[in-house]
């Protein structure tokens, strides 16, 4: 089998060579041979033990998501009840570390900002079907979205605007392009269903924030089919770990979380099979503290005060593609002539001012910001007031050098400038894109838009809208690098290296003691001073003398 | 005037001086690197170098204490304040005008009183701090399981790790100059090479 499979994938390299051996080929070709043999492979790999195009039940030409879902759970009786359970169905989550209220649905961010009142077009990401209000029937069982994770074609997409459905009709896209796409092959999709994948899980992570490569800075497309260099253990042609190998699910709940995260682990390898209920998606789980061997073992003494993801992931974004740093909402609304909203592009290519939006500023091979983390997120959540004169900290990362249970993290710090209630201190839910009358992006009134998101959630709202500095941290945690592309020890190990600033570290070579290094090496000079002195002094008595 | 020849330094003592000679300034070198004061093997070939050179240097001191206690030199290092005021003065004022040195070596009694208390604060002083410092600094990841990972911060062990390397300096400095500072500018530095040391009768 596994001969069949290379003996395939060599003739097509070989076709694929000598088609341009000396370059001429063009970069598309080669992708299209390398996807030709991907799709290959990956039939021919599947070990599932049901061919799910072999069904009768999945041999219709569906009308609509929720009829794949039936057909789905006619034989899958669990799956959906399971699902009702998840952060990834809920979009509501209470942390019972700190009691808050968290989830997609209730936090704000400094992106674009909050769900509720946008829901048409948040839920593209929603593993449901139909969640366009604050009415939408969690309960139902049929509304589960199953092949958003489980397709393997590619060719299913959920738009914005849609609430959650895939097109089943054509339809302009994007909008005022020119452009159509045909109507959703559900038929296809359903009867070629399998595992999740970095295309699947990778088609709302990947685009957090509304587009490839915005929000996280460690998650893009670049890691759909990665080289070795930006992800050793997603390496396309190489480990080739999906998302799931690390981020394992039971009955659907997936390990691994940004509002409860691992900062630091005491414990050693996770043994399959082991009780033990924790997070399978950590270094640790499966390196342990002191992963490095022979000559390499001093950096093993670095793991109590550092995350693994501190030297192994010398920058993100790191797979070419630019991630958003700041956005600045307050400069929206702004017309040409026409009195058409606008989008100007920057020397990077990327759109850095947007009408509906305002300004953006974007970037790519960013050396991340280091702060003390123990897992602990505190949130500045709708009900919170705050100090509008000192940058709001939407989530702050808790930690410091002595609690014992923190590690230095990598983080991207999203900042923005962000809409808030400037009487009551307040941030605000904002409607941006469902409603016609008040929507931002249709309307460009950010007092309207605020008026109707905080009236959405009964929230009360003074009618005066600021704008509010704020910050948000990310951890860094993909795009792995190969170990001989880790930071280099010097990076770290000189004055105003990488951690200066950080405090509670002690980094050797980093000028900690100028005062004696000063006085050290000034007794020293006078020694020698001295002794030369004496030294020839001797020479000078010594030939008078003799 | 006449010079007479006397065997002083054994072939032991002669090896443990000068391999903890370069051992040691291998260790400044690579330890004021690691420290920061000058990049020369880039930070992490010094960590390591320095890391070999620690344990090096160990294992010859292990030697060189059996070696002292089994021959019962360790005896040439106890402090004697008798004619140190001769020596200062020698070094003051004498040494300029060839006046007789005022300490006569034999082969049980090899270093003058300075020296002894010289090297007696080298080796109470500064190789103590050095040593137990540096090894609390190589042993850093076991500070939990000893259970002194309370008491010990590494800028402290570090800080007086430092400290004794500035004083191992600064020694040094003086050590090489007091070296040429014999019976002839060169005798010193002979006998502890061939053992043999030309002394006035
Ligand atoms: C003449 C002898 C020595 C000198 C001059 C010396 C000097 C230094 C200096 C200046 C540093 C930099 C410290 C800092 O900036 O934090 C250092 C680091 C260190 N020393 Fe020494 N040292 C000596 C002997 C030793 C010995 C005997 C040991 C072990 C038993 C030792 C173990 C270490 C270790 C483990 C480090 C840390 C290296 C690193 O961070 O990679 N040293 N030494």
Known sequence: MSFINKTGWSMAMLFAVSLGFSGLMQTTEVQAAADAADDATAKAKSKSTADHSKFKELDVNFKSGPEVTKACIGCHTEAAKQLHTTKHWKWDYINPDTNQHLGKNNVINNFCTSVPSNYKFCTACHIGYGWEDDKFDFTAEEKVDCVVCHDTTGKYKKLPGLAGHPNYETIEWPPHSGKFRPPTDLKTIAQNVGKTSRATCGACHFRGGGGDAVKHGDLDTSLTNPKKHLDVHMDAEGLNFSCSKCHTADAHEVAGSRYQPTAKEDKGRLIPGSLDERNTATCVACHDNAPHKGSLSKMNEHTDKLACQVCHIPAYARGNQFTKMT???????????????????????????????????????????????NGEVKWTLVDDTFDPDQILKINSFTGSADDGKSRVWPTKVFRGKQMYDKVNN??????????????????????KAVEYGMKYVGKEFSGEVGFIETEMSWPITHMVAPKDDAVDCHQCHKENGRLAGIDGLYIPGANNTPLMDKLGLAIAFLTLIGVLFHGALRYIMHKRGG | MAAERIYIFKRFERFWHWSQALLIMF???????VHGLYSIFGFKAASELHTIAAWTLVSLWVFAIFWHVT???????????????????FYLTGIFTDAPHPFKQTTVRKHNPLQRLAYLFVLLLINPLIWTTGWFYLFYSSWEDWGIAGFLSLEWVAFFHVAAAFMMLIFFIAHIYLATAGHTVTSHIKAMITGWEEVED
């Open chain 1, 327 to 373: 956005w600045d909402w307050s400069t929206g609304g702004k017309v040409d002539e026409q009195g058409q909203p606008i989008k100007i592009k920057g020397s990077d290519g990327k759109v850095k001012y947007d009408s509906k939006k305002g300004d953006f500023t974007h970037d790519r091979y960013v050396v991340p910001e280091y702060q003390w983390f």
């Open chain 1, 426 to 447: 307040k941030l605000v839910v904002t409607s941006l894109s469902d409603d016609p009358d008040s929507a931002l992006w249709k309307n460009f009134d950010h007092k």
């Open chain 2, 27 to 33: 260790m400044m070198l690579t330890g004021f690197e």
């Open chain 2, 71 to 89: 021959t019962g030199e360790w005896r040439q290092y106890i402090p004697t304040l008798e004619k140190v005021d001769a020596m200062m003065k």
